[in-house]
T-cell receptor, first 111, second 112 residues
Framework: GQQLNQSPQSMFIQEGEDVSMNCTSSSIFNTWLWYKQDPGEGPVLLIALYKAGELTSNGRLTAQFGITRKDSFLNISASIPSDVGIYFCAGQTYNNNDMRFGAGTRLTVKP | DTGVSQNPRHKITKRGQNVTFRCDPISEHNRLYWYRQTLGQGPEFLTYFQNEAQLEKSRLLSDRFSAERPKGSFSTLEIQRTEQGDSAMYLC???FGLGGYTFGSGTRLTVV
């Protein structure tokens, strides 16, 4: 089952608004990643974070790796209709070869 | 680089039949992963290969599931005696070392 708690489960926002979602875990991760998934497709990597406290941007997206290594957040600024989709956080440790995913945040952007 | 390719995209099968899915990873990636995703959930890890060696298997991977990567390139995932609970999206991903994976578009399995 899922080890990551992702919130909120869903968001309905107006085009142009900023969005924030986060992910927490009871376990420490060495890498935090954020993916976006469109219907019928596989997840696409948005941002990867490799160091506690790291703040990384990719266009209108900004993500941070929490200091405790047990959380991460993703912000989307000035949302546009094509931001619609499901956003997943994922965590990875050096000891595990697999990546654990949250249950996702479904984003709807109203034009 | 054409990304990770999965075939077929969709598969409908009757309960009890065997199915096989194929994944072609990015050519220079040595690691290959299989995940399963059900509706409303994130992907769940099934198994992982480094080159041709299967190094880890999840408890989700019952005896009816088998995966191979015979030459360290493409991989197959076979499900024997399918059950309705096997209906899901099966995702393949590849990477070179640790870090972000590149996922394929998945194979959606429906067991009727």
């Amino acid at each position: 089952g899922q080890q990551l708690n992702q919130s909120p489960q869903s968001m309905f926002i107006q085009e142009g608004e900023d969005v924030s979602m986060n992910c927490t875990s009871s376990s420490i991760f060495n890498t935090w990643l954020w993916y976006k998934q469109d219907p019928g497709e596989g997840p696409v990597l948005l941002i990867a974070l490799y160091k506690a406290g790291e703040l990384t941007s990719n266009g209108r997206l900004t993500a941070q790796f929490g200091i405790t290594r047990k959380d991460s957040f993703l912000n989307i600024s000035a949302s546009i209709p094509s931001d619609v989709g499901i956003y997943f956080c994922a965590g990875q440790t050096y000891n595990n070869n697999d990546m654990r995913f949250g249950a996702g945040t479904r984003l709807t952007v109203k034009p | 680089d054409t990304g990770v390719s999965q075939n077929p995209r969709h598969k409908i099968t009757k309960r009890g039949q065997n199915v096989t899915f194929r994944c072609d990873p990015i050519s220079e990636h040595n690691r290959l992963y299989w995940y399963r995703q059900t509706l409303g959930q994130g992907p769940e890890f099934l198994t992982y290969f480094q080159n041709e060696a299967q190094l880890e298997k999840s408890r989700l991977l019952s005896d009816r599931f088998s995966a191979e990567r015979p030459k360290g390139s493409f991989s197959t995932l076979e499900i024997q005696r399918t059950e309705q609970g096997d209906s899901a999206m099966y995702l393949c991903a590849s990477s070179f070392g640790l870090g972000g994976y590149t996922f394929g578009s998945g194979t959606r399995l429906t067991v009727v």
